[in-house]
């Protein structure tokens, strides 16, 4: 588990990973607080679309497209610095959530806030992740017991 409040603890994708994944709500909550803090913010991307979904068959080792998947993305900017969102669904709010959140981090605002939001995101990612693995783990047939 990473040590508490250190956004040395998470790399961008593994940040980008959490924010992806993290309650409407809460994400949406906390990168409101933000704003007054980034200044003025320059919007360069806003929208929705579909992206392809790679899966790989193991048994043929070729990749293929499974199907679409509708996303929300932004991009936006202060100073040069980048902010990036993106998030599964129509809710361009969340999408933009994350990317004022990845800006912050960027930015070097609210550092200690950030990574206590994603600290906490992410052990209630890791503790959901968990319960869903013993609930399939729980219907697992042995086929030796047959």
């Known amino acids: 588990m990473p040590d508490p409040h250190t956004l040395a603890n998470y790399p961008h994708d ?30 360069l991307e806003n929208r929705t679309g ?8 193991t048994a043929k080792g070729v ?17 040069g610095r980048d902010g990036y969102g993106m998030r599964r669904g129509r ?14 981090v960027a930015s070097g605002v609210s550092h200690d806030a950030c ?6 995101e992410g ?6 992740d968990t319960d869903r693995l013993k609930r399939v783990e729980a219907t697992r047939v042995d086929m030796e017991t047959f």
């Open 91 to 104: 809710d361009l709010e969340a999408a933009m959530a994350m990317a004022l959140i990845d800006l912050a």
């Open 123 to 128: 052990a209630t990612q890791t503790a959901a």
């Open 14 to 43: 593994v940040m980008l990973s959490i924010l992806a994944k993290a309650d409407a709500v809460r994400i949406k909550a906390f990168a409101e607080v933000l704003i007054p803090q980034l200044g003025d913010i320059a919007v």
């Open 50 to 57: 579909l992206v392809m979904l790679p899966m790989r068959d």
């Open 63 to 79: 990749n293929f497209h499974l199907g679409e998947v509708l996303v929300s993305e932004a991009r936006i900017a202060v100073d």
């Open 115 to 120: 990574a206590a939001f994603l600290d906490q």
